[in-house]
């Protein structure tokens, strides 16, 4: 099936370009409160799973024997953008494990930010593997190594101890089966499994609700899920959608993004699951129609925190560079049923 058109582009009267996908709300029990396109066709989810693969980091004990917090937790999660403190903290669990950068199976990344890729260039430094949006996940596979006694090397695989774990949790919550077939290698260098978008968004109403899940696997769920709230920044930064949202809606909502137009989102108070995939990729249309679910999902208005913060990111203006708006980033009706 051809999925619906879900956002537009605009130009002064015409729509100079749209993106098509699939959206699929769920909630704990796996009842779909709302689905359209094909929430059935598997995608990798990428990035936008990265809280399922923190589960094991925080049940594992590792979490708190190294006496980490709320912002190291959140960039276990993370997709950041290189600044300074997500550079800082990186380092700092590292070497709160015995370990450094060059254990790091992520490739170098430049910084998100251009200020931060020029003061590379004034120090005369090239970006690392701490530079990478993924080295606080990494970060986080890898004190869980040191805790549970298994060789850092190689962590990376989908034969390490650890990473079985990891892989195992992300069935666990989808119910989806991580296996060879479905299997494809991240941009960063882990397994990543291919995952419908239904699959996807009963995840995550259960990551919020606990439905489901072991005592031990809740409270681990809830832990990352309000040290994302506490420390938006860390999850992604300065500009980022994530953070955006997550500073605007505080510890109402989780959001996390993944490449090629795939974002997730969970509602605590409503205990629903969000999952939507762009099918060319594209962000610009992944973040619009998460913002635009968000607030209809929590009949936001402008009386509400946030609320104008929201608006903006669900219908972004499109501007010349001398700074016109000249068109329009905006949800079409294909979304006009989303309700709490």
Same mark, same amino acid.
């Given at each position: 099936m051809e999925n619906p058109v879900l956002v537009e582009v605009t130009r002064g009267p015409i729509v100079e370009?749209? =993106?098509?996908?699939?959206?699929?709300?769920?909630?704990?029990?796996?009842?779909?409160?709302?689905?359209?396109?094909?929430?059935?066709?598997?995608?990798?989810?990428?990035?936008?799973?990265?809280?399922?693969?923190?589960?094991?980091?925080?049940?594992?004990?590792?979490?708190?024997?190294?006496?980490?917090?709320?912002?190291?937790?959140?960039?276990?999660?993370?997709?950041?953008?290189?600044?300074?403190? =997500?550079?800082?903290?990186?380092?700092?669990?590292?070497?709160?494990?015995?370990?450094?950068?060059?254990?790091?199976?992520?490739?170098?990344?430049?910084?998100?930010?251009?200020?931060?890729?020029?003061?590379? =260039?004034?120090?005369?430094?090239?970006?690392?593997?701490?530079?990478?949006?993924?080295?606080?996940?990494?970060?986080?596979?890898?004190?869980?190594?040191?805790?549970?006694?298994?060789?850092?090397?190689?962590?990376?695989?989908?034969?390490?101890?650890?990473?079985?774990?990891?892989?195992?949790?992300?069935?666990?919550?989808?119910?989806?089966? =991580?296996?060879?077939?479905?299997?494809?290698?991240?941009?960063?260098?882990?397994?990543?499994?291919?995952?419908?978008p239904r699959a996807l968004a009963h995840g995550f109403a259960r990551f919020v609700t606990g439905v489901g899940l072991t005592a031990t696997r809740a409270r681990a769920a809830e832990r990352l899920r309000l040290a994302a709230a506490a420390e938006p920044f860390m999850v992604a930064g300065t500009g980022r959608f994530c953070t955006r949202v997550m500073t605007a809606l505080g510890d109402r909502v989780l959001v996390k993004t993944g490449a090629e137009g795939v974002f997730i989102g969970a509602i605590k108070e409503l205990g629903l699951g969000i999952a939507l995939k762009i099918d060319d990729g594209a962000g610009r249309a992944s973040e619009a129609a998460m913002a635009r679910i968000l607030i209809d999902l929590m009949k936001l208005t402008p009386d509400d925190p946030g609320y104008a913060e929201m608006r903006d990111l669900a219908n972004p203006q499109v501007k010349s560079w001398a700074g016109e708006r000249v068109g329009e980033i905006r949800v079409t009706e294909a979304l006009d049923g989303v309700t709490g």
């Open positions: 370009s749209f =993106h098509r996908g699939s959206v699929a709300i769920v909630d704990g029990d796996g009842r779909l409160v709302f689905g359209v396109g094909d929430i059935e066709r598997p995608s990798f989810p990428r990035s936008a799973v990265k809280p399922f693969q923190a589960l094991p980091f925080v049940e594992s004990g590792a979490a708190d024997r190294f006496g980490f917090g709320d912002a190291e937790l959140a960039l276990a999660m993370a997709s950041h953008n290189a600044e300074p403190r =997500h550079v800082e903290t990186v380092r700092a669990m590292l070497a709160a494990a015995g370990l450094d950068e060059s254990c790091l199976a992520c490739g170098p990344h430049w910084p998100g930010r251009h200020a931060d890729q020029g003061e590379l =260039h004034r120090r005369g430094e090239k970006p690392g593997r701490i530079h990478n949006n993924c080295s606080g996940k990494h970060t986080g596979f890898l004190c869980t190594c040191v805790v549970t006694g298994a060789d850092p090397r190689g962590y990376e695989t989908a034969e390490h101890p650890v990473m079985r774990e990891v892989i195992a949790a992300g069935a666990s919550m989808t119910g989806t089966p =991580h296996a060879t077939d479905i299997c494809g290698t991240d941009g960063c260098s882990i397994p990543t499994f291919a995952v419908a």
